[in-house]
């Protein structure tokens, strides 16, 4: 399996930024692409983003949109997350990983990165 390692999390302020790396070579076999994903404390996991492995413009979810952006540096084998004007909302667990189709998410989890947002 692909070893991801997360890292870039931080307290910030609403209205702040932080941007979020995730390491690693390779690619998990059958997988469409690499995303972010995040959990808040009692709420289920869900998708955040991701960019494919084959050129498509990066995927958000509506309520990311126009505030985190998301690249990939195939040089440092390294996919980021810009996140922008934050909200106490975002506060979570972001972790990376390789997805299939559909944005599930590989069945592995790395350790994740902490994001506080305060009010």
């Known amino acids: 399996q692909v070893q991801l390692v997360e890292s870039g999390g931080g307290l910030v302020q609403a209205g702040g930024s932080l941007r979020l790396s995730c390491a690693g070579s390779?690619?998990?076999?059958?997988?469409?692409?690499r995303g972010w994903f995040r959990q808040a404390p009692g709420k289920e996991r869900e998708f955040v983003g991701g960019?494919?492995?084959?050129?498509?413009?990066?995927y958000y979810i509506d309520s990311v949109k126009g505030r985190f952006t998301i690249s990939r540096d195939n040089v440092k084998n390294t996919v980021y997350l810009q996140m922008n004007s934050l909200k106490p909302e975002d506060t979570a667990v972001y972790y990376c990983?390789?997805?299939?189709?559909?944005?599930?998410?590989?069945?592995?989890w790395g350790q994740g990165t902490q994001v506080t947002v305060s009010s």
């Open positions: 990983n390789d997805y299939y189709s559909g944005f599930v998410p590989v069945n592995y």
């Open positions: 390779g690619r998990t076999f059958g997988s469409f692409g």
């Open positions: 960019i494919s492995w084959y050129g498509e413009s990066p």
